[in-house]
């Protein structure tokens, strides 16, 4: 069998990523090498495993895996109506109307028009979307969604990735981000990219 090719190429404003020739695990371990390289997110902090269910390929002759394309690209505001069906399709995602209408993640997006991402497959549906923002001293992530039928390929993690790049380009010295402590899944998914937690702050806040 061929070795793995896992190819992240640039593309002005957009990064293109292609999985193909591969077999499940050794596709995962690519995948992981290639998003460290590419984005310096450390080893150990990379999911070594992932469960072959959870890795929907389409095989074709030679046991070999058909190629895998999506684009990672700068967020639109046009973009909204797919990113929110995408919210909406994963169980659990917790919105509010003040802040994820339509006109405050416009809002955001002029604010923060090079720290939100989408991943978006061949076919122009958007598998995966990340929000993220800062003030020029303290930065934070605030969405984070996979297409629950394109989980177990990585999206998440090098979206994440994308969004750490261009902070650390900037200069910011570290981000935060928000999940429920109920959120089992979740803690489990930001604990593998590297997110410790912090015992000595009380998250306070005040509405408006």
């Known amino acids: 069998m061929p070795s ?3 190819r992240i190429r640039d593309i002005p404003e957009n990064r293109r990523i292609i ?3 591969a077999s499940t695990a050794s596709l995962t371990h690519a995948l992981q090498t290639a998003v460290q390289r590419k984005y310096g997110i450390p080893a150990q902090k990379i999911p070594r495993t992932m469960r072959e269910s959870e890795l929907t390929f389409k095989k074709k002759e ?4 058909e190629p895998i394309a999506m684009t990672i690209r700068h967020m639109k505001i046009e973009d909204y109506p797919l990113v929110y069906e995408l919210w909406i399709r994963c169980t659990g995602f917790t919105m509010r109307d003040i802040d994820d209408c339509k006109d405050a993640i416009k809002t955001f997006l002029e604010r923060n028009p090079n720290t939100c991402f989408v991943a978006e497959d061949d076919g122009g549906r958007i598998i995966g979307a990340i929000l993220a923002g800062h003030d020029g001293r303290r930065s934070r992530i605030y969405h984070t969604a996979v297409d629950p039928d394109a989980r177990g390929r990585g999206i998440g993690s090098i979206l994440v990735g994308r969004v750490v790049e261009t902070l650390r380009a900037i ?3 570290k981000v935060a981000v928000g999940v429920p402590a109920d959120n089992d899944a979740g803690n489990d998914f930001w604990e593998r990219q590297g997110f410790a937690v912090r015992d000595d702050l009380v998250y306070r806040e005040l509405p408006l």
């Open 19 to 21: 999985l193909q020739d």
């Open 4 to 6: 793995p090719c896992v």
């Open 171 to 173: 200069g910011l010295p």
């Open 62 to 65: 030679g046991n070999m895996t």
